[in-house]
């Protein structure tokens, strides 16, 4: 897949960087020289120093192969400018934008923006169509805190399919806290919960044992 990211501030940077991770192929617009050589220096280059508004730019990081087209920044007018230079001039199928003020969410509706969304966990799933890889999401945790709560998607072959949460084994001072069914049901961590192909699981762990976990949740036997 190949994703464009307009706008490399926080949010930004952090849904890039879980892209890259996920190995799919990302272009970033920024503005600002300093975040782009940020990005450039963290993880690769893959950032240039633009205007997402600009037919020129988009035209530059290859907009009309992209899957799908994300607008980041802090300004809903350039979000939303953005997106749709990328729908209707270079056809990008999906679009998705931040929307900083929430009154501007039935006109970002209206003008044909797929997606209207505020939170780097959110788009990742609605975008996750797209994605083929298992991967983990992360949620950002407080400050100062030691723990952190990951997404998990089931793939059609990990050995827990089947397997109500009672007979998991999770890492010491890991917790599952919902199961989210393909079907959008949500599900807290009752012992009889049966694990399906495609659920989003959550759990509640820390780094050390993140790499347990996701063998818990996606290894095969």
């Avoid at 009752?190 to 818990?216: F, R, W």
């Amino acid at each position: 897949m190949y994703a464009i990211v307009v706008g490399c501030g926080r949010m930004g940077f952090n849904l890039v960087r879980e892209l890259i991770e996920q190995e799919h192929e990302v272009a970033v617009i920024e503005r600002d020289p300093e975040r782009c050589g940020y990005a450039n220096e963290q993880l690769g280059h893959v950032a240039i120093v633009g205007d997402g508004c600009e037919p020129r730019t988009l035209h530059e990081v290859g907009t009309k192969r992209a899957d799908v087209f994300i607008a980041l920044t802090g300004r809903d007018e350039d979000n939303l400018v953005a997106c749709q230079l990328a729908k209707h001039r270079f056809l990008v199928p999906k679009t998705i934008a931040l929307v900083n003020n929430p009154r501007n969410e039935e006109l970002f509706r209206i003008l044909g923006i797929d997606v209207q969304i505020g939170s780097t966990a959110i788009i990742l799933q609605h975008i996750e169509e797209e994605i083929p890889a298992t991967g983990v999401v992360h949620i950002e945790a407080p400050r100062a805190s030691n723990w952190e709560l990951v997404s998990i998607k089931i793939p059609p072959d990990a050995a827990c399919v089947g397997r109500p949460l009672n007979e998991l084994i999770m890492p010491e001072g890991s917790v599952v806290s919902m199961v989210v069914q393909l079907d959008g049901q949500a599900h807290f961590p009752q012992e009889t919960v049966v694990l399906h192909v495609g659920d989003q699981v959550l759990v509640v762990t820390n780094p050390a044992s993140e790499e347990l976990v996701m063998e818990t949740l996606t290894g095969v036997e």
